[in-house]
């Protein structure tokens, strides 16, 4: 089992950028398809994005499609989310997510364990 706690968020203008951590602890977060998602008020869980397991290939939502870069530090059990060229519309609780078996990447209820979340706003 993995624990995960995010940081990094806040608040910053329109054009900006932010680099969120989620650090794990408990396992290692390289046995694990990391993953983002977002969940601005009133709407569903978004995908933004996720790192595989072992070759750590990447994939993105259609949003955030490079503007938004996924990595991961195995060395310092943490997982990275570099926020670029934000948008008031990028307002939204960031949570880190550990997927533990084979599943479709960008639906959240295949990630088995969650961060608390950290905000992030967007100002215009």
């Known amino acids: 089992q993995v624990q995960l706690v995010e940081s990094g968020g806040g608040l910053v203008q329109a054009g900006g950028s932010l680099r969120l951590s989620c650090a794990a602890s408990?396992?290692?977060?390289?046995?694990?398809?990391m993953g983002w998602f977002r969940q601005a008020p009133g709407k569903g869980r978004e995908f933004v994005a996720r790192?595989?397991?072992?070759?750590?290939?990447?994939a993105y939502g259609d949003s955030v499609k490079g503007r938004f870069t996924i990595s991961r530090d195995n060395a310092k059990n943490t997982v990275y989310l570099q926020m670029t060229s934000l948008k008031p519309e990028d307002t939204a609780v960031y949570y880190c997510?550990?997927?533990?078996?084979?599943?479709?990447?960008?639906?959240?209820?295949?990630?088995?364990?969650w961060g608390q979340g950290t905000q992030v706003t967007v100002s215009s």
């Open positions: 408990g396992s290692s977060v390289s046995n694990y398809a």
């Open positions: 790192i595989s397991r072992g070759l750590g290939i990447t």
């Open positions: 997510a550990a997927q533990s078996s084979i599943g479709v990447y960008s639906d959240f209820s295949k990630y088995d364990y």
